[in-house]
């Protein structure tokens, strides 16, 4: 069965460091999304992406983040200067074309993310 | 009002017993409907889509009620392996596939 890839699985990291996870979406799947969910809470959007570009970002995903489909497969999210209350675990998702199915979401594994 | 709600948990039921989640949504533009499940610190799985008329996999049935907007999903005969926490997640009209989701709902299936 397809599968969204997600990397790194867990990356520790200086409070102020930059970081990049990636994301491998479904191959056929046109629309992608990261979330996070923070230890014990739900899981909240943060991004949208479609045609190259971002379709919807939510209110926290501010300038410190962005993402990038830099090549034909990879989706990325970079947080420039990490906070103590950027740890959580994030989430990158697909969805396939519009009008089959394409409300319908395939989560990766997640990458958790701690900031010390 | 929260955008997605649902019943506060957790749920713990013995083996066998029927269990009932309900969630609401305040959105009435809302357009698809889904519930998820989450094991513990790994990512959402589709559980079933939601539709208008209801629908049934196995032991598992999900209902909408947009006059209400509410939706509701029912495990009958529960295994051990139902346990998990169960996400109600909610499209919001002309948003792609932006999916809201709720706080999720805790079930514990004891022996």
Known sequence: ?116 | RKEVEQDPGPFNVPEGATVAFNCTYSNSASQSFFWYRQDCRKEPKLLMSVYSSGNEDGRFTAQLNRASQYISLLIRDSKLSDSATYLCAVNIYNQGGKLIFGQGTELSVKP
């Open chain 1, 1 to 116: 069965e397809p599968e969204v890839t997600q990397t790194p699985s867990h990356q520790v990291t200086q409070m102020g460091q930059e970081v990049i996870l990636r994301c491998v979406p479904i191959s056929n799947h046109l629309y992608f999304y990261w979330y996070r969910q923070i230890l014990g809470q739900k899981v909240e959007f943060l991004v949208s992406f479609y045609n190259n570009e971002i379709s919807e970002k939510s209110e926290i995903f501010d300038d410190q983040f962005s993402v990038e489909r830099p090549d034909g497969s990879n989706f990325t999210l970079k947080i420039r200067s990490t906070k103590l209350e950027d740890s959580a675990m994030y989430f990158c998702a697909s969805s396939p074309p519009r009008g089959s199915g394409a409300n319908v979401l395939t989560f990766g594994a997640g990458s958790r993310l701690t900031v010390l």
